[in-house]
Each structure stands twice: as C-alpha cells, then as structure tokens.
C-alpha cells in the first residue's frame, strides 16, 4: 500500500472548518483513500473513503486533487467532540486487506 | 455501521499470567479480523491477521506462540496474551470488515487496555 504524510499536530478553532491535508504521491490506480479518527482511548471511527471524485456524509467532506496525489478532509464545523488524531490511509480496492496506519494527524479543537 | 465488540475493556494481570481478549462482530460475518497494537503516543502496529477456520497471519516481530490468535467462528476472534509481561502492557484493538462487504470499510472494536503489574 502506498505511503501517505500528514502533518503530525493541526489546531483549529471551535465553528470553524478544520481542514486536514494528506499527501499520498505514490498511491497506485486501485488504491482509496480512506480516514478514520481515533479519539483518545478508544478504538478507531470511519469517517469517509473516495478513489477520485470527491465525497461527502454527515461527518466530512473528502477533496482528491484530479492527479489523485493527495487529498483533504474537512470538518465543516469543529466542535471540542472532534478533538481526535485522524488518520489517512490508502488501501487497495480489492481484496480483504487491513488498515495500516500512519503517525496521523493529531488536531486540537478549541474553544 | 456495523458493530465490533470487545470484552474486557480493560484488565489488569500479574505478571506470568495468561489473559484472553475476545472480539466480536455483533451484526455481521467477518471472514477475517485483525489485531492492533498501540502503545502510548504511538500510532496502531498491526500484529496479526486472524482467520476463521485457519492459522492467524502474524506480522514480522510479532510471537504467534506469545499472542494466540483462535477465530472460531464468523463472528468472535479471540487473541490469548500468555505468561504476560509488563512490556506487554499496551492498548489491544481489533478490527473486521463485513464478509459480504470486503471493499468497503472496516469497523474497529473500543479496544482493551492490558496493564500487567
């Protein structure tokens, strides 16, 4: 699976769009992206995956840049609840390969 | 979402005891399921991957007669930490992802926090 870089600490007003960057030069044709966040002290939480167009639900949007070499989640609202290390992951489409995770982004929400 | 539970949360052993961690998917069949690691301020290091019916892939480093990996069923995978240590004190997690869905996300257990005193 391809490497990804993400800054290792980002703060972020509370109300205001936290936005998270991702640099994965390397990811192959048949790779996703996929985030998840880890609050402290409990088990990692999906939040959103896209192979080239972007994506949205109701906790974020994903934006992939067209050459696919990197990407950026947004949190339209940060609130303290979002406080969390997030984590941006590719992963080949096929097969049941598991999550290797990077160092992650570590954001602070504040009031 | 699909649901992964795990029991205990948390423990506490002494050293040179045994202590087993089960792993369940609530509303789905999962083929396979993983295990993580987290030591503190570290990100997860995946340690094994378990599958139903068969022997657990370990990772590199990882002691498969130290950390016994039995997945019995479709829906529980349980990981065995024997004669623990207290550098096995760590931050256990465990995911899976649905056997009808494998593309699709994975869901991850709350974790259990080991500390062997």
């Known amino acids: 699976d391809a490497k990804t870089t993400q800054p290792p600490s980002m703060d972020c007003a509370e109300g205001r769009a936290a936005n998270l960057p991702c640099n994965h030069s390397?990811?192959?044709?048949?790779?996703?992206v996929y985030w998840y966040r880890q609050i402290h002290s409990q088990g990692p939480q999906y939040i959103i995956h896209?192979?080239?167009n972007n994506e949205t639900n109701e906790m974020a949007s994903l934006i992939i840049t067209e050459d696919r070499k990197s990407s950026t989640l947004i949190l339209p609202h940060a609130t303290l609840r979002d406080t969390a290390v997030y984590y941006c992951?590719?992963?080949?489409?096929?097969?049941?390969?598991?999550?290797?995770f990077g160092k992650g982004t570590r954001l602070s929400v504040i009031a | 979402g699909a649901v992964v539970s795990q029991h205990p949360s948390w423990v506490i052993c002494k050293s040179g005891t045994s202590v087993k961690i089960e792993c369940r998917s609530l509303?789905?069949?999962?083929?396979?399921m993983f295990w993580y690691r987290q030591f503190p301020k570290q990100s997860l290091m995946l340690m094994a991957t378990?599958?139903?019916?068969?022997?657990?892939?370990?990772e590199q480093g990882v002691e498969k007669d130290k950390f016994l990996i039995n997945h019995a069923s479709l829906t529980l995978s349980t990981l065995t930490v024997t004669s623990a240590h207290p550098e096995d004190s760590s931050f256990y997690i465990c995911?899976?992802?649905?056997?009808?869905?494998?593309?699709?996300?994975?869901?991850f257990g709350q974790g259990t926090r080991l500390t062997v005193v």
């Open positions: 992951i590719v992963r080949l489409y096929s097969g049941n390969t598991p999550l290797v």
């Open positions: 390397t990811i192959s044709g048949n790779e996703y």
């Open positions: 509303d789905f069949q999962a083929t396979t």
């Open positions: 378990s599958n139903e019916g068969s022997k657990a892939t370990y």
């Open positions: 995911s899976a992802r649905r056997r009808d869905r494998l593309n699709t996300e994975a869901f």
């Open positions: 896209g192979l080239k």
